[in-house]
């Protein structure tokens, strides 16, 4: 039964430490959060992305100079109190490029029953108390993260899924990859401008859910907080592909999908609908009114939505 206790324990961001002794017996340790709705985190940014990861999870946080990192057998490590502890570059893990060597280097030390573990990130921004936001279960498991959140100055932040961050980790350490910290930064030859995808959602969990995703494959993403927004983008800029949902306030998906149909200028990008909204004539609605694809919310689980951006404007 003890599975059990650390798979719920775990579930709710609390750490399970056992110590045993010699002819004294056993202790468990059970260090829970005081409510789940309010989560004391510790924020950091990766690739000018901020990410908040649950204080209790976090053994400490390190400046590592450049020196002191090494490279033995494709792994990535550095020297924590006597031990060797493996590490892996935070951007290439949330699929956000890599973080280029410098002469410091910042890394979230993780750490549980099986060790330590550390995640190279841009820069650390400080503790914060944050009200957590869980996602929509309609968008599926998101790799890495367990829920959201509204920083002070009002920008979102995705709250990380330390017990699944970890088993990435270590499953990409126990496999030598090589990855991040400045690998492809030797790569020649002229840079190629990515194509830009506007996102309109109102809501800003699933907003940033459609960024990440799109952010992750290449893409170079922009987002509306409505249909309005939107248009006034998309007068102002130039964007090869507009993600739209329907029910948005000011104006609506249909009427944006219209907007952008009746204008010579913008007639030709292609426009992908993504609604809760699953009836027929709901689909109806969004194909007549000019949309070249309509999908649910539930396309993020299985790679749809992913597969039907990459067939309509092509790759990043």
């Not at 090869?240 to 204008?263: A, F, K, Q, Y």
Request: proline fraction near 3%; aromatic fraction near 4%; glycine fraction near 10%.
């Amino acid at each position: 039964g003890l599975d059990v206790v650390h798979q719920m324990v775990t579930s709710t961001s609390g750490t399970v430490r056992i110590e045993s002794r010699v002819g004294t017996g056993t202790t468990f340790a059970l260090q829970l959060p005081v409510t789940l709705s309010v989560l004391r985190a510790a924020l950091v940014e990766v690739a000018g992305e901020p990410y908040a990861f649950p204080l209790a999870r976090i053994e400490r946080v390190l400046r590592v100079g450049g020196g002191a990192i090494t490279v033995i057998q494709g792994r990535l490590q550095c020297d924590v109190d006597g031990e060797a502890t493996g590490l892996l570059d935070g951007a290439s893990l949330f699929g956000l490029g890599e973080t280029p060597r410098d002469d410091a280097t910042s890394v979230v030390i993780l750490g549980d029953d099986q060790g330590r573990v550390g995640l190279v990130v841009t820069k650390f921004l400080g503790e914060q108390d944050l009200v957590v936001r869980t996602l929509d279960a309609r968008l599926g498991k998101i790799p890495h993260i367990s829920a959201a959140a509204i920083l002070d100055d009002g920008s979102p932040a995705l709250i990380v899924d330390v017990e699944d961050t970890l088993a990435a980790l270590r499953k990409q350490l126990s496999e030598g990859t090589f990855i991040g910290m400045g690998a492809s930064e030797a790569t020649n030859g002229p840079r190629r401008v990515a194509k830009r995808i506007l996102v309109a959602e109102d809501s800003i969990t699933v907003r940033e859910v459609e960024r990440q995703l799109l952010s992750r494959l290449g893409y170079d993403v922009a987002v509306a907080v409505d249909g309005m927004d939107a248009w006034n983008q998309i007068r102002a800029g130039r964007f090869d592909m507009l993600v739209t949902d329907i029910d948005m306030p000011r104006m609506n998906g249909i009427e944006l999908v219209r907007l952008v149909r009746s204008d010579p200028r913008f007639a030709h990008v292609p426009i992908a609908v993504v609604s809760y909204k699953d009836r027929d004539e709901d689909r109806r609605a969004g194909m007549d009114a000019g949309a070249n694809a309509y999908l649910t919310k539930g396309s993020f689980q299985d790679q749809s939505f992913i597969a039907t951006v990459t067939e309509l404007v092509g790759a990043p």
